[in-house]
């Protein structure tokens, strides 16, 4: 029982590590971003929190319904994303866009040269997650509880079962203890 609760016990830290490690390099291998969807203008498509994909698009491309990510005339350092509802051609590429729990359009038109891509997919509440682990892992007191005590756990286990099968007396000890549970039976 308690070799079953030990890989129970990797297992579940192996596929933690793995799933942080995938929604931290899904970007690179896709070569799009992450973003944090910070405000409800697109529920329920993407709800704020959320953590959305954002994939490179060609901007002839891009359709009506699609929802794109681009930066707003007003601060180039913020990302929008919203969805297309018109495309047009007054000499350049420009899209007409607007919020789903929004009312009316955007009261501009996005250039093609502002649309950072596409949102592929997103993921509810993992945004605020992704955020809040972030900002705490920055302190000593997340370094110590993300990085030391794990990498301490797992150490300790190593030399722990290392030196069990090296040792002659817990080996003896472990046969004797097998061969009546076999004689119990």
């Known amino acids: 029982m308690k070799r079953l609760g030990k890989w129970l016990s990797y297992i579940i830290l192996v596929l933690a590590v793995l799933f942080f490690a995938l929604i931290l390099l899904m970007p690179t291998v896709f070569t799009g971003s992450l973003a944090i969807v910070r405000s409800s203008s697109m529920e329920p498509a993407m709800p704020a929190g959320a953590i959305a994909l954002m994939a490179p698009v060609d901007p002839e491309k891009i359709k009506v319904g699609d929802i794109i990510a681009f930066d707003p005339p007003w601060d180039p350092d913020v990302t929008v994303s919203h969805r297309v509802i018109g495309v047009h051609r007054d000499g350049q590429l420009l899209f007409d866009t607007k919020g789903d729990a929004t009312e009316e359009s955007d009261p501009y038109y996005v250039s093609a040269q ?20 972030t900002d705490y892992v920055r302190t000593w007191w997340g370094l110590a509880v993300f990085v030391a005590m794990p990498s301490m756990l797992l150490i300790g286990s190593v030399v722990r079962d290392t030196s069990r099968s090296t040792n002659r007396r817990y080996k003896r000890t472990q046969l004797l203890l097998k061969r009546r549970e076999q004689r119990r039976k």
């Not at 945004?127 to 682990?133: D, I, K, P, V």
Request: proline residues 5%; aromatic residues 20%.
């Open 114 to 133: 502002h649309v950072h891509g596409k949102v592929v997919f997103n993921v509810p509440y993992l945004g605020f997650a992704t955020n809040y682990m």
